[in-house]
Structure formats: C-alpha cells, structure tokens
C-alpha cells in the first residue's frame, strides 16, 4: 500500500455566492471537505491524505490524525496539483490519487476499484456519460457531439506517482484535471465507470440536498357539555363537544401544527393566540391559511397519518366522512390520509370520556 490522497481544496468558488469557502460549508452535517477526508481515511488504503488549501490557519486548528498533512496552495488548481506532488517526491509515492475538495459524494468502493485498475494502468479516471445533449462551440461554430461518444471526467483521479510528476513538469498549462496532462501527451487513460451521485458542489443550490421533512402534532381538548363536537371539521352527534378557545377540533389542530413543525415555524398558538379576535374561531380558518402557506412555499404534501385517542365515538363509524373533509381542506388526495381510531382501554380522562387526544404525522416535500 503505497497510495497517497490529494485533496485539492485552494479554490476560491468563484460561482459559488458565499462568504465562506466552499469546501468548508456544512453538507449532510459536515463541511465538505471533511467528507473527502473521511472517505479517505475509512478506505484504509493511503499512507497519508495531503489537503492542500489557502486557508492553513483553519485547517491547522484541527486535531487531524497523523496521516494527514496540510499544505499550502497555488493560484489555480493546476498549481496546487503540482505542489502536492512536489511535497511528495521525498515519500517516493507508488500511486497518487488527485481529488477535488467539492466532490464530496464519492464512495468508497470507487476509491477500492481505482485502487485495482492501478495495478495494470498508470492513470485511471472515472467517468460518467452525459444525460444531456452537448454542443462544443469553437470558433462562432457550433458542433454536435454525439452523447455516447462525451465522457464527463470525475475525480478522484489515479496516477503512477512517477508518471504523473514527470509529466507535469514539462506540462504548465492551466489543466482543470489530470487526466488532460496524459492525454496532451497520448499517454493511455483507462476510463473506469464513475459514479453519477459523484457531482460537483459548483453553485449554492447544489447544497439544497433536503427536500423532505416531517412534522409532528398533538393535541387534547376536554369533553363538555352543551358544546358541538367537531373532529376533523364533521359536526359528530355526541353528548358533549371540546373545550377550547376555539370549537376544539383536536384533529384540525394537530394537523395545522404537523405542518408548522415540517415547515419550522413554530406553532398553532403563535398564529392563532387565546385573544378576542380568536375567540369561538372554526378550525378549518386556522388550518386554510397554513395550507395556504405551505402551497405557496413550493411544498407538496406526500401523506398524512392521523391517530385520533378516544373511548367514543366509534372512529370506524366517521372515518370517510373525515378523511373526505381533511381531504377538501387540505387538497391532499384521500388515498394519502389515514385515520386510525385508538382507546385507551378505559384509562384516564380519555378512558372516561371526559377528553379526546389526537396526534399526526406529515411528511412534505419541497419542489423548484
Ligand atoms: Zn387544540
């Protein structure tokens, strides 16, 4: 095993409209960067991973283990490699592996079946084909190519260390990858399969990788006398409705506050507080103008899965006229509400009919 890791992370993200660099903002709960750097080292295969940047100071706060060396970078990519190859001539490398810092998506059986393709090829590099159409502009001119025939070169890139130096030595163009200094050269390539999550975090919206959430809600309303019941907003004929400074309807409460939390904004009580303007409010007014909310924010709603806590009424004797309800309220189709009616085996206020509990779930998803 004598392999060692490049990670190329001088770049000053030119497109990328962020103060932070790049490689350093948070993705998938990490820094970008720190995904190349963990992949690297889980892989067990490098005698050390080199992370050459322009930022030393912050890399150099950080408790890295031995195997990881930090170096300082050139102006373009391209001035990086070579420093890193440089600094590495002294450990007489076998293999290099040459990785850019954006690329955090890479699995670590790449890194194995590069790793394999070295031992008969000097420079290997993984490639996608397109799924769009490319034209090539040269000159005012512009040609098809044909999409079969385009390979999308990726990184991490392999070389024979000794290779790779002597020729970029004698090579000073301003290559965007490694694999140009072979193939300016007619050295032989071998394009290996790469992987298409493998893309490059080039703009911020690259970064927007959640597009689902979830929402949890809850609720109870004490049963009284001399008060309408209303569940999922159906009048229900019963001997006493909810309490509450609203009519009570523990399902339409649950689910406007499921929705808040999927979106994050807090919840029924910051929209809708206990004043006189609220007072004897219908339910289906607090839920509309969060749908309503929610719509406009580019989400759809994937499903909803209700519990409604009650000893009576009987759930199964009110469920389609609920879920028809919930459903025109909400424009969610019925196959994608369920209600499911659970007792609580004659336990505590509920168990004696002296309250009814609700709680929901929702899942809902953004779109461009
Ligand atoms: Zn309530």
Do not use: W
């Amino acid at each position: 095993m004598n392999n060692y890791f490049v990670i190329l992370a001088a770049g000053k993200s030119k497109r990328f409209s962020s103060k932070i660099a790049k490689q350093h903002i948070v993705y998938k709960n990490k820094e970008i960067i720190d995904h190349s750097i963990e992949k690297a080292l889980n892989s067990k295969i490098f005698k050390q991973i080199i992370i050459v940047t322009n930022d030393l100071n912050r890399l150099k706060k950080r408790k890295y283990p031995k195997l990881i060396k930090i170096i300082k970078g050139g102006k373009e990519r391209s001035d990086s490699s070579f420093k890193a190859l440089k600094y590495l001539k002294k450990y007489k490398p076998k293999n290099v592996f040459i990785h850019d810092a954006a690329r955090p998506n890479f699995s670590i059986d790449l890194l194995k079946k590069i790793e394999k393709n070295l031992r008969n090829n000097k420079a290997v590099v993984p490639v996608i084909t397109s799924k769009d159409s490319i034209k090539y502009k040269f000159k005012n001119q512009v040609f098809n190519l044909h999409r079969g025939n385009s390979l999308l070169t990726q990184t991490p890139q392999a070389f024979r260390f000794k290779e790779l130096f002597n020729l970029a030595i004698k090579d000073k163009s301003k290559v965007n990858d490694e694999a140009t200094i072979f193939l300016n050269r007619n050295h032989k390539v071998k394009f290996i399969k790469g992987e298409n999550s493998n893309n490059k975090i080039t703009y911020l919206e690259d970064l927007n990788e959640n597009k689902t959430f979830y929402g949890l809600g809850f609720d109870i309303h004490r049963l009284i006398k001399n008060k309408k019941l209303f569940l999922g907003g159906v009048r229900i004929p019963f001997h006493s409705g909810l309490k509450g400074h609203s009519d009570g309807d523990v399902i339409l409460h649950a689910i406007t506050d499921a929705i808040l939390g999927a979106l994050r904004r807090k919840d029924i009580g910051t929209y809708f507080p206990n004043t006189e303007k609220y007072k004897n409010i219908r339910s289906p007014k607090m839920l509309k103008p969060v749908i309503k909310d929610l719509y406009k924010s580019n989400f759809s709603i994937n499903n909803l899965d209700i519990n409604l806590i009650c000893e009576q009424p009987k759930v199964s004797e009110y469920r389609t006229r609920i879920v028809n309800s919930i459903s025109k309220l909400t424009n969610l189709k019925k196959d994608l509400i369920n209600l499911k009616g659970k007792t609580v085996e004659k336990l505590g206020l509920i168990g004696k009919e002296k309250a009814i509990a609700c709680e929901v779930i929702i899942s809902i998803t953004k779109y461009d």
